[in-house]
């Protein structure tokens, strides 16, 4: 048993064996019934030494519901954040919109749009609540009554599926006098096809002027766009011909339906809109003759692709980046990835500036490849040509880079996009952690830690098992403890294997004293990770007494 090897606490000579028939004397004087593991627990925490962090207790402000019920709950207020404050009333399930909307007036909390946005967007209110808050936080001056705002709501509801909500809240905008924008149309039509509701977000479409809009150019694209980047082209086909005698199309309406069936390398029907495009008066641009060249190339047809790209060279058209990504995206797709990278060279021979998409392509190819330093060599010279890396991007390349060999390849990209002023995402920062614990290169762990802090990331359960991890790796084990007694004190409990191997390296170090006196050995006891018998377990001191 794990206690049975401790030798001594830190504060005291007590063992555990002249602590035995203490705790004998104490349960037999309990009765059968009151007897219970936690009486066990308190015995335990007033005779061992173990250091305690007192609670502060604060009473939350009373509010007043229909039935006049005060609420007095016991928290650490200085440990919430506003976001939690203001979501943590509708956990009090008070009577009315009165009493709610009295509850959050009393919050001291300085309300802005960011603020609305996570208390919207994070948790799990319901749509009620949601709509409920909502309504609480567009009366206070600090927040405007603009699309932006109704934007932030909408998204949430529409991402939970609280369609009705949703809708109720395009028709408040119209009596707030705030027409939706293009923006907050597609928000609500990705909602419904997102949910597989198209004949709801086709509906609502022909309904437009109820919610003071038309069904024009503008509006059908946006719901034609979303329709294929959901990949229901077909709906979008549909929706096109029906479309087609009451709403004038554009070059974009026909590239839109395009763009869709040739991601699904449909030629025959990418050939049909085409020839419908060039009825209507239409000219095919270098965006049409992109998608006409990537469906070639998924359908398998890289030849005619080639032909049709010779051919527009041949007319000394001026191509832009999208024809030549295509052409690159055809060849990583065969697996001719040098053959991509000769387009990439024609392309800046040509003159044509590549965008982050060619990029994008190439070095998400060279990783998968396994060829990190053409990877690296082409991420640098994307950052000297001054494309701005997303965050996503950064974190796409880390992915493959912290899966296989060490981390300095991962490193490096890093901390170049942090030198281009990249925002780097919590992802990535877990990435690098458990790539670092795991090759046991502390120092530069504590540093990208450090960095995701700085960075206004919080640090959570997975965060501190790959901090305690890579310090057991390297056998500091004093700063292992120290982390899991902060991980404790935030309310952290890590998995079993963590603390196995944490106890394990202790003992195996001989710091049997640290292993005893450790704050968290009693956490962990509570928490139930590891089981342990006190009644039963004999000090090492009292072995060596009896001599053995």
Same mark, same amino acid.
């Not at 909390?109 to 409920?132: M, P, Q, R």
């Not at 060279?345 to 998968?368: H, Q, W």
């Given at each position: ?139 206070? &001056? ?26 109720? +809240? ?5 009596? &707030? ?149 295509? +052409? ?49 060599? +082409?991420?640098?010279? +994307? ?92 056998? &500091? ?72």
């Amino acid at each position: 048993m794990l206690v049975s090897r401790f030798v001594t606490s830190r504060s005291t000579s007590l063992s555990l064996s002249s602590l035995i028939p203490v705790f004998s004397h104490s349960i037999s004087s309990l009765p059968c019934s009151n007897f219970d593991e936690s009486h066990v627990l308190n015995q335990l925490s007033d005779l061992l030494p173990i250091r305690h962090t007192p609670s502060i207790k604060k009473t939350l402000p009373a509010f007043s519901s229909n039935r006049n019920n005060h609420l007095e709950v016991n928290v650490l207020d200085e440990l919430l954040t506003p976001e939690h404050k203001l979501r943590g009333i509708f956990l009090h399930k008070l009577n009315g919109k009165s009493a709610i909307e009295k509850a959050l007036t009393s919050l001291d909390v300085e309300l802005t749009v960011d603020l609305v946005a996570k208390v919207v967007t994070n948790g799990n209110l319901d749509g009620t609540s949601i709509v409920t808050f909502f309504n609480w936080a567009i009366k206070q &001056q600090t927040v405007l009554i603009n699309n932006d705002t109704y934007c932030i709501i909408i998204k949430a509801l529409g991402r939970r599926k609280f369609f009705g909500e949703m809708v109720e +809240m395009l028709k408040e905008m119209k009596n &707030q006098g705030v027409v939706p924008n293009l923006e907050t149309l597609n928000i609500v039509f990705d909602s419904f096809i997102r949910a597989r509701r198209i004949s709801k977000a086709i509906q609502l479409f022909s309904g437009l002027e109820d919610y003071g809009l038309r069904c024009n150019t503008e509006t059908l694209n946006v719901v034609l766009t979303c329709l294929c980047r959901r990949s229901h082209v077909g709906s979008a086909s549909s929706l096109l011909v029906k479309m087609k005698e009451k709403v004038l199309f554009d070059v974009t309406t026909y590239n839109t339906v395009i763009g869709g069936w040739s991601r699904f390398g449909r030629v025959k029907e990418v050939e049909r809109i085409l020839k419908a495009m060039v009825d209507d008066g239409f000219e095919a641009n270098n965006l049409t003759y992109s998608y006409v060249v990537e469906c070639l190339g998924r359908a398998g047809r890289i030849d005619e692709a080639v032909e049709i790209f010779q051919g527009l060279e041949e007319k000394r058209c001026v191509l832009d980046a999208e024809i030549y990504n295509a +052409m690159i995206l055809n060849f990583i797709a065969q697996g001719e990835i040098d053959e991509s990278v000769k387009y990439y060279e024609r392309m800046l021979n040509r003159g044509c500036e590549p965008n982050v998409d060619t990029y994008m392509r190439l070095i998400s190819a060279f990783l998968k490849a396994r060829r990190v330093a053409d990877a690296l060599e +082409m991420f640098d010279e +994307m950052l000297s040509q001054g494309v701005i890396v997303t965050t996503g991007a950064v974190t796409s390349f880390l992915e493959p880079l912290c899966s296989y060999g060490p981390p300095h390849a991962a490193l490096m990209i890093y901390k170049k996009a942090r030198q281009a002023g990249c925002r780097i995402s919590l992802t990535a920062y877990k990435l690098l952690l458990m790539r670092l614990s795991r090759f046991g290169k502390c120092g530069m762990l504590l540093n990208i830690w450090n960095d995701m802090q700085e960075s206004g990331y919080p640090s959570d359960m997975q965060v501190y098992e790959y901090v305690i991890n890579g310090l057991c790796n390297i056998g &500091q084990l004093e700063n292992a403890v120290l982390v899991m007694e902060e991980a404790l004190e935030k309310g952290f409990y890590p998995s079993r294997l963590i603390c196995s191997k944490l106890n394990n390296k202790l003992l195996g170090s001989n710091k049997i004293e640290i292993a005893y006196s450790a704050h968290f050995l009693k956490e962990i006891v509570k928490a139930g990770l590891l089981k342990i018998n006190v009644l039963s377990c004999k000090s090492p001191r009292s072995k060596d007494r009896n001599g053995t």
